[in-house]
């Protein structure tokens, strides 16, 4: 990679300040230039959580790359501790660019966007109707939905027992948060996937929500409506110096080693 701009992102940088100095004079030693506005490339040390930070954090700008010193680390090529491959990576190989897409949520009043999932949640039951395309699909009653692309498949949306995606699918999906089942709501639609052109629409009709974007609290829902769309041309960029295969990307995530 040549030499360009550099920073380095992480939510603990205290326990990180000998890795953080470390890999900057790495890098610097090198030709790379440490800059924290507008960098063109970002390392996050961290884990998924850290990385999707960054990216609100940045507004999406830039290449990112992730040392993963959390528990998944699903969208990371390095483990914890692996300072110098990675130093060493950027010095000699060329990367690759995953162009991850974006998805805009309409919520009030603004445009929100994230790669990840966005949630609406109460400690009680809100009752909602779900549109796709303006068409009524579903009405339901549930302590709260969440919304997410097929990245997000792995995490809160695998534990409501949505279908794992193998890569980057055209469509996006959605699960309920415990949703009632009974005479006023028998057929609860509490699933769907739902095409990337098409837009999905939530219209509160009872009960106060919290809303979580990529983790990152919102604030109460004074709205009645949520709109889930993808964005037209919006990407992140992930960048990786060795090879990864969505298939890989999950086993390693998600499976047990025999050495663990």
């Known amino acids: 990679m040549k030499p360009c701009t550099f920073t380095i992102f992480t939510k603990y940088k205290k326990n990180s300040y000998q890795v953080i100095s470390r ?5 610097m030693l090198k030709g790379f230039q440490y800059r924290d506005k507008d960098p063109d490339l970002i390392v996050v040390l961290g884990g998924d959580g850290s990385l999707l930070r960054a990216f609100q954090d940045f507004k999406f700008k ?6 993963n010193t959390g528990h998944l680390g699903f969208y990371s090529d390095y483990p914890d501790g692996d300072i110098d491959s990675l130093a060493r990576d950027i010095e000699k190989n060329e ?4 162009k991850i897409p ?3 949520a309409l919520y009030e009043g ?4 994230f790669t990840n999932d966005i949630v609406l949640q109460s400690s009680r039951s809100l009752a909602f109707d779900i549109l796709v395309n303006g068409e009524l699909l579903t009405k339901t009653r549930s302590t709260g939905i969440v919304i997410g692309s097929s990245i997000a498949s792995t995490g809160y949306l695998s534990s409501l027992g949505s279908p794992l995606a193998v890569g980057n699918m055209k469509a996006y999906q959605y699960a309920l948060i415990a949703p009632v089942f009974n005479r006023l709501y028998p057929n609860t639609v509490s699933k769907a996937l739902i095409r990337d052109e098409d837009s999905l629409l939530v219209n509160v009709q009872s009960g106060h929500a919290r809303a979580s974007l990529d983790g990152i609290d919102i604030g109460s ?4 409506k949520l709109e889930v769309r993808k964005a037209v041309d919006k990407f992140v960029t992930l960048i990786h110096f060795r090879p990864v295969s969505p298939v890989e990307r999950i086993k390693r995530s998600l499976t047990v080693s025999k050495e663990e």
């Open 110 to 113: 603004k445009t929100h966007y």
């Open 221 to 224: 829902c004074n709205s009645d």
């Open 95 to 98: 990367c690759s660019k995953e």
């Open 102 to 104: 974006l998805y805009e």
């Open 23 to 27: 890999l900057c004079n790495s890098l």
């Open 62 to 67: 830039g290449n990112f790359v992730l040392i």
